[in-house]
Nanobody, 121 residues
């Protein structure tokens, strides 16, 4: 049973920073890709950032230059460093990962439970 556990959300003033963590546990051979999504009230869930095992990254235009995604392959943990936060970054942030339980298996998609990020003075 694979689980993703997010942490690090909270309330921060505009211009502040937060670091989200996503720890994967269970039967894991490798994590080829990990991503962060967010969903604000009344809006669709959107991709924020993604990273592959090789380190290739992709960012939404709205966060490029302010957010940084990283992954510790040895610890099966991903991170989202968020700087220069704006009120429009307020949302529930979800971790998503493609996880292989065995070497060379296709892998399955998993989601975390979400962590609230609120940017407000």
């Amino acid at each position: 049973q694979v689980q993703l556990l997010e942490s690090g959300g909270g309330l921060v003033p505009p211009g502040g920073s937060l670091r989200l963590s996503c720890a994967a546990s269970g039967r894991i051979s490798s994590i080829p890709a990990m991503a962060w999504y967010r969903q604000a009230p009344g809006k669709l869930r959107e991709l924020v950032a993604a990273i592959t095992t090789g380190g290739a990254t992709n960012y939404a235009a709205s966060v490029r230059g302010r957010f940084s995604i990283s992954k510790n392959n040895a610890e099966n943990t991903g991170y989202l460093q968020m700087n220069s936060l704006k009120p429009e970054d307020t949302a529930v942030y979800y971790c998503n990962a493609n996880i292989r339980s065995r070497p060379f298996s296709p892998g399955d998609d998993y989601w975390g439970q979400g962590t609230q990020v609120t940017v407000s003075s």
